[in-house]
């Protein structure tokens, strides 16, 4: 059974004050992992998908890392917009060809000015 | 933003009504998904669709059924609510599988069951 883990559950910052946020994951086999922003009251947000170990990605101020065991969203100066929970999923395989999420239960981040 | 709409937005009802739930994509998308989400857990799967008429079961499907009778529509039932399945629940849609299947999800519906 596909397993994903995130921590902390919830992380304070200062305006600026640059962190990481961990997934880590167990499954028979990886077929790809996924990062998601929630604001509240809203769907989830796609922002990366990682499918090989070592492999990274940008945007703005985030950046999601991938090895064999976890993955790390890297928040660099982050500013209060980015206050959200930040979702991770693995990918599995269903029937019909679909593709299932497995979800960890998130990271709640607040950015204080 | 993907086109994904879900009707209604909120909804309160009472144990024991049938209770069914919209999601309409604009994107001709072939994958749709139902999923809901509860504090203390991730999102989970409910439901999924790889075409039209055809579905099958997620993790949490016990107490829901679905339907897709066309491309853009899959609804969601809950034949007799009951007060476990007050949740918010989500419908995302890809439009393919395997690599670079990036799922889009809608704004919610928020279930409440008295």
Redesign the interface.
Known sequence: EDQ?TQSPEALRLQEGESSSLNCSYTVSGL??L?W?RQDP??????LF?L?SAGEEKEKERLKATLTKKESFLHITAPKPEDSATY?C?V?A??????????????THLIIQP | DAGITQSPRHKVTETGTPVTLRCHQTENHRYMYWYRQDPGHGLRLIHYSYGVKDTDKGEVSDGYSVSRSKTEDFLLTLESATSSQTSVYFCAISERSGRYNEQFFGPGTRLTVL
């Open positions: 994903v077929r790809g996924f998601y009251g809203k769907g989830p947000e796609f998908t499918y979702l999923a990918q395989v269903l029937g019909g060809g679909a593709d299932g999420l497995t979800f960890g239960k998130g």
